[in-house]
């Protein structure tokens, strides 16, 4: 595993020095047609989401999907190690791949799921309030520790819900470190504090340590991080499957996968920790004309269709045929293994 990263990583140094820093280039070895190169960062793929997705896209009559799964996606982008990218809306590398030209509008796919996270014991009396807001409030007049979860995000949160609590006076009970993420919530149980993180990294490490600390406040929309898909430009990376991707994206967007990802549950919890976001995008790109609900992936690839005549036909893979007799869909092998 370390060698493949290591190989990975030299890999990309070689393309971004040859390509420069804000160009793609294509990889040889990726120019194929026959699957599609999927880059997300780590949530969706961990928690079996993606796998679900892929596995249903393919019984739609879907290509092979492969994907890579790390924090430093949008190198493999500019790289042209990717066809597509699955990311937060917010994480950084997605502006300036959008802006630089590179990348095509980000559509909103679904949200994932970060927590108030707390003590077992939960002093402050927060467990199952439906407002994150009211929540910090009993925090803050209970006196018990809060930390600042130290990435921008939920830095951002905690800056949030402290002035729409009314600004509480910040004294002792308020804590503000360098800590992030597991390490702060690592603190956090040192401290009796509560804080706000991921849920599902949250009940992963929870299960790893067996530390004494619950997800305690969930339903507020507020702790939901939406995550957008990006088709890389075909005309900037040389060989992508930019139809095969085109048609993942397409599938992600419709009401058959927006429903799987409402009903998706990870092993071990039987919390929703993934909602829909298709909603989000144009209504008009949701149902684009000629696309079945129910096939939505049935625009790229090759099918023999029963059209035929003088072009009267659309070649949509709904077996009306393009005049030519053939209607086209995606299809092959799932290889949605990570690397």
């Not at 493999?76 to 030209?101: C, F, N, Q, T």
């Not at 002792?172 to 599902?200: H, M, P, Q």
Request: charge should be positive; proline fraction near 5%; charged fraction near 20%.
């Amino acid at each position: 595993m370390a060698k493949n990263r290591i190989l990975v990583g030299f890999t990309l140094i070689l393309l971004l020095a040859t390509c420069g820093p804000w160009s793609v280039c294509s990889v040889s070895a990726q120019e194929n047609q026959d699957s599609i190169r999927l880059g997300a960062v780590n949530t969706p793929h961990y928690t079996g989401l993606l796998d679900a997705l892929v596995k249903d896209f393919k019984d739609t009559g879907g290509q092979d999907i492969e994907i890579y799964s790390g924090k430093d996606v949008y190198d493999h982008a500019r790289a042209g190690a990717v066809d597509m990218v699955i990311s937060h809306y917010g994480k950084e590398g997605i502006e300036p791949l959008v802006l630089d030209g590179l990348g095509q509008w980000p559509r909103p796919v679904f949200a994932n799921q970060a927590a108030l996270i707390g003590p077992e014991s939960d002093p402050a009396g927060v467990r199952g309030m439906p407002d994150t807001v009211e929540a910090f409030r009993r925090i803050a007049k209970s006196g018990s520790p809060y930390i600042v979860n130290n990435t921008s995000a939920f830095r951002f949160l905690s800056e949030y819900i402290w002035r729409a609590a009314g600004k509480p006076k910040k004294g002792d009970w308020f804590i503000t470190t360098s800590s992030s993420n597991v390490t702060a919530v690592e603190l956090a149980e040192k401290k009796g504090a509560y804080i706000i993180y991921g849920t599902f990294p949250f009940l992963r490490h929870k299960a790893l340590t067996g530390m004494k600390m619950d997800a305690l406040v969930l339903d507020d929309p507020l702790l939901q991080r939406i995550m957008v898909s990006v088709l890389l430009k075909p005309e900037k990376v040389a060989g992508a499957n930019h139809e095969g991707a085109r048609a993942f994206q397409q599938y992600l967007l419709s009401p058959r996968a927006q429903v799987l990802v409402r009903n998706f549950r990870v092993k071990g919890s039987d919390r929703q920790l993934w909602w829909p976001a298709a909603r989000h995008n144009n209504p008009a790109i949701l149902l684009p004309e000629n696309a079945s609900s129910t096939t939505p992936a049935r625009r790229s690839g090759k099918e023999t269709g029963r059209g035929g005549g003088n072009g009267g036909g659309r070649g949509d893979g709904s077996g009306r045929g393009d005049g030519s007799g053939r209607g086209r869909r995606t299809g092959g092998r799932s290889n949605a293994g990570g690397h």
